[in-house]
């Protein structure tokens, strides 16, 4: 049985009831978090009707309800460890009358087998967003996140690439990747590893440096958000980026945001 995380266990880093609260209304408007779901949906493929898509480490629910309402016939669970990241993600759901599920979970320990969906139906179409950098063991999430996917479920994953910002630093991200370090984790994680990209270039990289550059002050303006109101120049960023991002090159060499598209083997996924 899944229970609240004990938050005197954790670090500041990893403290995500805070970090929800603190970040989550500002995440929503973020034009990254809208330029990766452009590309899970580009990669993922269209789920059949009646079938089940699983987001793995959900957050506050924004891709699972974004799938959720681009499918409205499939079966969406958002598997997350934070009870305040289900908490919003559930809110948001009942708001928008939404039929996503949201499960606590921690997929950095075995559970029990238990599967929350009807008759314990297991996932063809499976998606990783921006997770597996905040967590010292990846791959033993990967592994465990199997006990909700089919043999042969397809997973897209993005990892973020590039340097570390302050604001990376402070919410927990252990490393950055590469393609030959995600595809590597994939394989010994159980996965069959059909390709790996490199997007983002120009415009994503320059939104990365913009934060980049902002240092320790991001941190502060974001905490600061609800009682402070959004700048002018901060309003024309957003519009800009939200623009420009839709000129990024989905295959660049020198692209900041890493995707992968894998599989789950069929030795390690059988119930």
Same mark, same amino acid.
């Given at each position: ?24 209304? !500002? ?8 330029? *990766? ?37 499939? *079966? ?17 759901? =009942? ?7 949201? %499960?606590? *979970? ?13 008759? $314990?139906?297991?996932?063809? +179409? ?15 999430? %990967? ?12 997973? &897209?994953?993005?990892?973020? $690439?590039?340097?570390?910002?302050? +604001? ?6 252990? =490393? ?6 995600? @595809? ?17 270039? !120009?415009?994503?990289? +320059?939104? @990365? ?20 109101? &959004? ?11 939200? &623009? ?10 020198? $692209? ?16």
């Amino acid at each position: 049985m899944t229970t609240e995380p004990d938050k005197s266990a954790v670090s500041d880093s990893d403290n995500w009831e805070e970090h929800w609260s603190a970040f989550g209304d !500002p995440a929503l408007g973020n034009p990254a978090n809208d330029y *990766r779901n452009r590309l899970i949906f580009r990669y993922l493929g269209e789920p059949t009707a009646d079938s089940t898509v699983v987001d793995i480490g959900s957050g506050q629910g924004q891709l699972a309800l974004l799938l959720q309402a681009s499918y409205p016939g499939v *079966r969406i669970l958002g598997i997350e460890y934070s009870h305040e990241g289900v908490r919003r993600a559930s809110k948001a759901a =009942r708001a928008a009358n939404l039929d996503a599920i949201f %499960l606590q *979970r921690d997929l950095l320990h075995a559970d029990d087998g238990h599967n929350p969906m009807a008759g $314990g139906r297991r996932a063809a +179409l499976a998606v990783c967003s921006e997770v597996l950098e905040h967590v010292d063991q990846p791959e033993v999430l %990967l592994r465990n996140a199997a006990d909700y996917l089919l043999p042969g479920c397809r997973l &897209v994953i993005t990892v973020p $690439g590039g340097p570390k910002s302050a +604001l990376d630093r402070y919410i927990g991200h252990r =490393r950055h990747y590469r393609p030959a370090t995600i @595809r590597a984790l994939l394989e010994s994680s159980g996965y069959e590893v059909e390709r790996v990209y490199r997007a983002g270039f !120009p415009f994503f990289n +320059l939104y @990365r440096l913009a934060i980049i550059l902002r240092g320790r002050r991001l941190i502060d303006d974001l905490k600061t958000t609800t009682a402070v109101p &959004v700048s002018r120049l901060q309003q024309a960023m957003t519009r800009f980026f939200d &623009v420009t991002f839709h000129w990024n090159l989905h295959h660049s060499p020198f $692209g900041w945001q890493i995707v992968a598209i894998a599989r789950l083997s069929s030795e390690d996924g059988s119930p």
